[in-house]
């Protein structure tokens, strides 16, 4: 009896834990078509978006040296100190590193110096030198003191409070400018931004005297990177999907105007700093063709949204590495490192141009002569 009677019970109860699973699978599916609401058309700025990238100026890089290779986890930005000849940088386990720069890289000195928590990302260093701003993604725009006091500027701005804090520039007279790159989705799901296609991000300023916030631009397709020109008129902003930085004046007569700086770009721009006359701008990722077909349908994107739930998509990233502009905004050279993704960040001092990216454990160094052009370091 009992050998005829349960099987059936088996199956029963298998069937029943099927239809629980399909359901829940099914409810999860749903609540992520839902929640991601990918914009019915691509961008206007993405209207040329298949334009073919020129490759003429592409260098690959292989040889880099590493510099602090374990001793730093992300280096997602840079800022510069020259006095001492240290740089601060941004990882991802939370803390902003001090490493020595020179010319020998024996012996560049890291050091753990302040743990902000959260994932900071753009770095800047005061003008007086008192303090490094910190861009951190999920807490808001803070500031840490050469003592090592850590304190929260700003976390909103018109009541809407910041999601992914990341990049900024401070001027000579203490103002702050910086980007959140969305305030609907925070780091940790800054691809379904991606996905979504809408512009979250705004341009924001800080004024420490007084301790206002302001929106400068709003509807900024993933506010990204942020620099301040050598004359300090304009800065740099950049917006990562769109493969575009634009120029916001803050001095003389166009100032608060937005102007065209570099479109097309052929990778997709996060960190931006000036130095030498170029401006290093790191990319996660060059221009792809699943990206860019993936831009141009938001049902593709609906499904990259669901699928991404379940199977987190890396690797999709290309050709990674940093992009030269010149003041002119013309593109006059890409670096990029094979054996490296996610780049975040250049910065060039002096002969050398260093980058960091959000999973490298070091920060890569590559010497370059006069014109910009990377020199061999095997013998270094
Ligand atoms: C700005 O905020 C800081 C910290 O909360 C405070 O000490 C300072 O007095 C404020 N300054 C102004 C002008 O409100």
């Not at 001793?71 to 740089?87: K, N, R, T």
């Not at 951190?136 to 090592?148: F, I, P, R």
């Not at 060039?348 to 890569?364: C, E, K, Q, W």
Request: charged share 25%; glycine share 10%; with cysteine.
């Amino acid at each position: 009896m009992a050998k005829t009677d349960s099987p059936p019970y088996l199956r029963l109860s298998l069937i029943f834990l099927s239809i629980s699973l399909l359901s829940l699978f099914f409810q999860l599916l749903l609540n992520r078509f839902d929640e991601l609401n990918p914009a019915p058309h691509p961008p206007e700025a993405l209207s040329r978006v298949l334009v073919p990238v020129r490759k003429h100026f592409d260098r690959i890089v292989e040889a880099t040296e590493r510099i602090g290779d374990g001793l730093v986890d992300g280096p997602e930005d840079f800022a510069y100190d020259a006095e001492s000849g240290v740089v601060y940088t941004s990882c991802a386990d939370g803390w902003i590193r001090r490493v020595k720069v020179g010319d020998s890289v024996v012996g560049p000195a890291v050091e753990e110096w302040v743990r902000v928590g959260g994932r900071p990302l753009g770095l800047a260093l005061r003008p007086d030198k008192r303090a490094v701003l910190v861009a951190e993604a999920y807490k808001g725009l803070m500031q840490v003191t050469m003592e090592g006091h850590i304190e929260l500027l700003t976390d909103e701005a018109e009541g809407v409070k910041f999601k992914i804090v990341d990049g900024i520039d401070v001027a000579e007279d203490g103002i702050i400018y910086f980007t959140d790159a969305s305030y609907k989705y925070s780091l940790h799901d800054y691809s379904l931004d991606i996905l979504e296609g809408r512009p979250y991000g705004r341009l924001l300023s800080f004024n420490p005297s007084t301790n206002q916030t302001r929106v400068l631009l709003r509807d900024l397709y993933f506010a990204n990177g942020v620099s301040l020109s050598p004359e300090q008129d304009f800065f740099v902003f950049c917006e990562t999907f769109v493969r575009r930085c634009r120029k916001y004046y803050i001095k003389g007569e166009k100032k608060g105007m937005v102007e065209k700086f570099v479109e097309n770009l052929p990778g997709y721009p996060d960190n931006v700093r000036y130095a030498e006359g170029l401006l290093w701008i790191g990319s996660p990722s060059g221009q792809n063709l699943f990206y860019d077909t993936l831009f141009r349908y938001p049902l593709l994107r609906k499904i990259m949204g669901i699928v991404g739930k379940f199977y987190q998509a890396s690797n999709l990233e290309t050709e990674s590495g940093i992009m030269a502009v010149n003041l002119d905004g013309e593109v006059v050279a890409r670096y990029s490192d094979p054996g490296l993704g996610q780049v975040t960040g250049g910065l060039r001092i002096g002969n050398y141009l260093y980058y960091g990216s959000l999973s490298a454990p070091y920060i890569g160094r590559l010497k370059l002569n006069q014109e910009g052009a990377p020199v061999s370091t095997a013998a270094a």
